[in-house]
């Protein structure tokens, strides 16, 4: 889980995050992403251009993908199947 911190950091700093977060990835392993969408004072990013930034640099397959007013929420994933999938259920 990554959330509310992104925007904290520089975008190479978020690429080394990236980075480390993908090398230390289970198989099965999911990344959950959880930003708020309005300015941060003081942040050259926002939620919505760290979850850009995350999402192209862990190439990940992205399972879920929410935006609201507020904030965005994304689930990355090494495998692309669906929960039902994975389970087997269908």
């Known amino acids: 889980v990554l959330s509310e911190v992104g925007y904290y950091v520089e975008r190479s700093d978020l690429l080394t995050l990236a980075d480390r977060i993908r090398r230390s990835l289970a198989p099965d392993g999911v990344v959950l992403l959880c930003h ?3 300015a941060i004072p003081g942040s050259e990013l926002t939620g919505d251009s760290v979850h850009r930034v995350l999402i192209r ?23 692309g199947r669906s929960v ?7």
């Open 36 to 38: 708020w969408r309005h």
């Open 57 to 79: 640099a862990l190439g990940l397959v992205q399972l879920v993908h929410h935006v609201e007013a507020d904030f965005v929420l994304d689930v990355l994933s090494v495998d």
């Open 84 to 90: 039902a999938q994975r389970g087997e259920l269908i």
